[in-house]
């Protein structure tokens, strides 16, 4: 019964983007990726706790329930973000959608290269890293400034370097 | 608490499983070689449960926290592992920067960084190997299965009103 809770939170983070994602406001994908989160997250804890209320259980396995299901709306709402910003960003994405365009026709490489070049990708990446305050620009040189994706590839160059390098 | 505690130990014995195979050897196919040995485990541990008479004592709706906690862990470490198998624009971009320094890089520095043969050729051939486009005269067009996610990704951009960048 208490995987009712991160369902519905889940159910309602989606439905959430799909309403921000059809209102015209000035906030970008990620704000609107965490407001959706952040809902959704107040309506487990909100469902957790009526059920979990009514329930016998003792402290112990209250807290252990109470954690298993806002792990599963966690992890499930971390999938979902991922699913949207593959959309965002990804270029492989870009390509199918490409090729979608001259379906069934064939799509040259020379022309795909021109939709999914390196140079645009290099100039969407650096847009978005600006807006995001990650790097500045100053006098045409660009300049690191500490943020989250430092911190990420940090991490992601641990892991490789424990799993897939030796 | 018995569900959490059953959840963590299958995700973890997972993982476990994972590393020692990574290093002893790495799969040619890692995501493929990650889903066989996430799938595997619960098999395994259902039949250590069997054998122990069916302890620790689990309901049905504990069963169901289990399997949605153990497949949401299990797509959150692919969509990590995804970012250890190959190296996104923005973290390489980044990354340069530090190296960099207080002297920072110009634009035509950091494209030397994000190249079609790096970024653009590999993901081409990652979606030819995958089976999602195929070689034809003229170029490369979609398989079904390429047409049905590209169909999916288009949908899911226009449900949420998603504007991609490279």
Redesign the interface.
Known sequence: ???VG?LLGLAVDVAM??I???IPLAIG?LRRQFISFGVGFVVVMATLWLLIRQSPLSA??C???G???V??Y???A??FF???N????S???????A??Q????????E???VT??????????????LDGQ??RM?D?????QY?V??V??LC?EG??RF??A? | ?????V?LVLFFSALVVH?IW??VR?PRHQTRALLIVFGLIPVFGSLVWQVTGGRPTLAM?DL???A??YA??M??YL??YA???EVS???T???A??R????????AE??AE???ER??RP??E??RRDG??EV???????TQP??R???L??A??C????????
């Open positions: 019964m208490l995987v991160p983007q799909v921000l994602g059809r994908h112990v396995d807290a252990g329930y954690l298993l299901h792990a599963v966690v992890f499930g971390f999938c991922n699913v949207i593959l959309n965002i960003s270029l492989r994405i870009r390509m199918l959608k090729y979608l001259e379906h069934p026709r064939p799509l040259p490489d022309v795909l290269m999914c070049s390196a140079a645009g990708m290099l100039n969407a990446r650096l847009e978005r890293l990650q790097i100053a045409e040189r660009i300049y690191f943020g994706v430092s990420v590839g992601f892991l490789r799993l897939v030796h | 608490m018995p569900a959490l505690i959840s590393v990574w290093k790495v709706g169901m926290g289990i949605l906690f949401g862990a797509c959150c969509v990590v970012g250890v198998e624009p923005s973290l971009i980044v990354r920067l530090e960099a320094g207080p002297r920072g890089c110009t634009r950091l494209a994000v190249t079609e970024f653009i993901r081409l990652a979606l999602l486009i034809v005269a003229g170029g490369c067009r979609l390429g047409l996610v590209a169909e990704a288009t899911l951009a449900a949420f009103g998603i504007h991609e960048s490279a």
